[in-house]
Protein backbone atom coordinates (compact mmCIF):
# COMPACT_ATOMS: atom_id res chain seq x y z
CA UNK A 1 0.00 0.00 0.00
CA UNK A 2 1.35 3.20 -0.64
CA UNK A 3 -0.11 6.86 -0.31
CA UNK A 4 0.34 9.67 -2.55
CA UNK A 5 0.52 13.48 -2.24
CA UNK A 6 0.68 15.88 -4.80
CA UNK A 7 1.78 19.27 -4.51
CA UNK A 8 3.22 22.91 -6.24
CA UNK A 9 0.32 23.26 -8.38
CA UNK A 10 -0.80 26.85 -9.03
CA UNK A 11 -1.60 30.07 -11.37
CA UNK A 12 0.80 30.96 -13.94
CA UNK A 13 0.47 33.20 -17.17
CA UNK A 14 1.69 31.37 -20.18
CA UNK A 15 5.00 30.60 -20.68
CA UNK A 16 5.88 30.48 -17.22
CA UNK A 17 6.88 27.23 -15.14
CA UNK A 18 5.77 25.32 -11.96
CA UNK A 19 6.87 22.40 -10.69
CA UNK A 20 4.86 19.64 -8.97
CA UNK A 21 6.00 16.82 -6.88
CA UNK A 22 4.24 13.78 -5.51
CA UNK A 23 5.73 12.06 -2.38
CA UNK A 24 4.95 8.70 -1.41
CA UNK A 25 4.05 7.14 1.93
CA UNK A 26 6.04 3.67 0.54
CA UNK A 27 8.73 3.40 3.30
CA UNK A 28 11.64 1.85 1.74
CA UNK A 29 9.69 0.43 -1.47
CA UNK A 30 9.19 3.41 -2.92
CA UNK A 31 11.92 2.32 -5.85
CA UNK A 32 9.58 -0.53 -6.45
CA UNK A 33 7.10 1.54 -7.91
CA UNK A 34 7.11 2.71 -11.12
CA UNK A 35 5.37 6.06 -11.51
CA UNK A 36 3.20 8.35 -13.89
CA UNK A 37 1.32 11.95 -13.96
CA UNK A 38 -1.82 12.28 -16.07
CA UNK A 39 -4.12 15.04 -15.76
CA UNK A 40 -7.54 15.94 -16.06
CA UNK A 41 -8.63 19.05 -17.83
CA UNK A 42 -12.19 20.60 -17.38
CA UNK A 43 -15.37 18.42 -19.91
CA UNK A 44 -12.34 16.21 -20.77
CA UNK A 45 -11.07 12.41 -19.67
CA UNK A 46 -7.95 11.44 -17.93
CA UNK A 47 -4.67 11.87 -20.24
CA UNK A 48 -1.11 10.61 -19.49
CA UNK A 49 1.39 13.09 -19.20
CA UNK A 50 5.16 11.15 -18.42
CA UNK A 51 6.26 7.90 -16.88
CA UNK A 52 9.33 7.09 -15.19
CA UNK A 53 11.15 3.59 -14.23
CA UNK A 54 11.37 2.29 -10.73
CA UNK A 55 15.08 3.00 -11.58
CA UNK A 56 14.89 7.02 -12.89
CA UNK A 57 15.57 5.78 -16.13
CA UNK A 58 13.52 5.74 -19.10
CA UNK A 59 11.67 8.98 -19.25
CA UNK A 60 8.28 8.65 -21.21
CA UNK A 61 6.00 11.80 -22.47
CA UNK A 62 3.16 12.46 -23.76
CA UNK A 63 3.35 14.18 -27.06
CA UNK A 64 1.75 17.48 -26.04
CA UNK A 65 4.25 17.81 -23.68
CA UNK A 66 7.39 16.77 -24.86
CA UNK A 67 10.05 19.06 -24.92
CA UNK A 68 8.76 21.33 -22.39
CA UNK A 69 8.04 19.12 -19.14
CA UNK A 70 10.26 16.86 -17.33
CA UNK A 71 9.76 13.90 -14.94
CA UNK A 72 12.56 12.88 -12.01
CA UNK A 73 12.48 11.06 -9.23
CA UNK A 74 14.60 10.59 -5.78
CA UNK A 75 14.32 7.70 -4.37
CA UNK A 76 15.99 8.69 -1.19
CA UNK A 77 13.48 11.28 -0.68
CA UNK A 78 10.57 9.21 -1.84
CA UNK A 79 9.77 11.72 -4.22
CA UNK A 80 8.47 12.10 -7.73
CA UNK A 81 8.18 15.16 -9.49
CA UNK A 82 7.29 17.02 -12.87
CA UNK A 83 9.23 20.04 -14.08
CA UNK A 84 6.68 22.04 -16.26
CA UNK A 85 8.37 25.35 -18.67
CA UNK A 86 6.80 26.85 -21.50
CA UNK A 87 3.49 26.81 -20.09
CA UNK A 88 0.56 27.01 -22.70
CA UNK A 89 -3.49 27.54 -21.37
CA UNK A 90 -3.93 24.39 -22.78
CA UNK A 91 -1.69 22.91 -19.99
CA UNK A 92 -4.79 23.58 -17.64
CA UNK A 93 -5.57 20.94 -15.65
CA UNK A 94 -5.27 18.94 -12.81
CA UNK A 95 -2.32 17.06 -12.26
CA UNK A 96 -2.30 13.33 -10.77
CA UNK A 97 0.85 11.02 -9.82
CA UNK A 98 -0.25 7.38 -10.01
CA UNK A 99 2.15 4.22 -9.20
CA UNK A 100 2.37 1.18 -10.53
CA UNK A 101 4.52 -2.25 -8.81
CA UNK A 102 4.52 -3.32 -12.62
CA UNK A 103 3.27 -2.81 -15.86
CA UNK A 104 1.72 -5.90 -17.75
CA UNK A 105 3.24 -5.39 -21.17
CA UNK A 106 6.15 -3.46 -22.19
CA UNK A 107 6.90 -0.18 -20.41
CA UNK A 108 6.27 1.73 -23.81
CA UNK A 109 3.04 0.19 -24.59
CA UNK A 110 1.89 0.17 -21.19
CA UNK A 111 2.90 3.47 -19.00
CA UNK A 112 0.40 5.63 -20.58
CA UNK A 113 -2.66 3.31 -19.57
CA UNK A 114 -4.80 4.27 -16.84
CA UNK A 115 -5.73 1.00 -15.71
CA UNK A 116 -1.92 0.44 -15.17
CA UNK A 117 -1.31 2.20 -12.59
CA UNK A 118 -2.60 1.00 -8.96
CA UNK A 119 -2.35 4.16 -6.36
CA UNK A 120 -3.24 7.63 -7.05
CA UNK A 121 -3.24 10.89 -5.27
CA UNK A 122 -5.53 13.33 -5.11
CA UNK A 123 -4.59 15.89 -7.76
CA UNK A 124 -3.10 19.34 -7.80
CA UNK A 125 -4.76 22.03 -9.80
CA UNK A 126 -2.12 23.96 -12.36
CA UNK A 127 -3.99 26.50 -14.35
CA UNK A 128 -2.13 28.40 -17.17
CA UNK A 129 -3.90 31.85 -18.08
CA UNK A 130 -3.36 33.81 -21.66
Known amino acids: QVQLVESGGGSVQAGGSLRLSCVASAGRTFNNYAMGWFRQAPGRELDFVAA????????YYAEPVKGRFTISRDNLANTLSLQMNSLKPEDTAVYYC??????????????????????WGQGTQVTVSS
Open 52 to 59: IRWSGSSP
Open 98 to 119: AATTSYSGSYYQRASRIDEYDY
